[in-house]
């Protein structure tokens, strides 16, 4: 069974930055394409960005230009560069393997004050 860590979020006034990391078990990082989903109280978990083995990256129309997903497959690690965070960014984090999602981990919380 693959393991999947998030980890990074916290509490940040709105217009703030933080950086999430997704650790995995294995080396699925190097095989697989990851993404970034989030879910925020009462709705359903949305997709956020994506990357492919070959670096290509897709986000979600709401976080372009703001949010920034990159990996380092030696490091068994994908991240989530996010800036100009907004209230509606509050949400749990949650990273998978693309486009079959696998084991869901714990996630991280980020919450956005105005």
């Known amino acids: 069974q693959v393991h999947l860590v998030e980890s990074g979020g916290g509490l940040v006034q709105a217009g703030g930055s933080l950086r999430l990391s997704c650790a995995a078990s294995?080396?699925?990082?190097?095989?697989?394409?990851m993404g970034w989903y989030r879910q925020a109280p009462g709705k359903q978990r949305d997709f956020v960005a994506s990357?492919?083995?070959?670096?290509?990256?897709n986000y979600a129309d709401s976080v372009k230009g703001r949010f920034t997903i990159s990996r380092d497959s030696a490091k068994n690690t994908v991240y989530l560069q996010m800036t100009s965070l907004k209230p509606e960014d509050t949400a749990v984090y949650y990273c998978?393997?693309?486009?079959?999602?696998?084991?869901w981990g714990q996630g991280t919380q980020v919450t956005v004050s105005s």
């Open positions: 998978n393997t693309m486009p079959y999602l696998g084991n």
């Open positions: 294995g080396n699925i990082f190097s095989r697989n394409a």
């Open positions: 990357i492919t083995l070959s670096g290509r990256t």
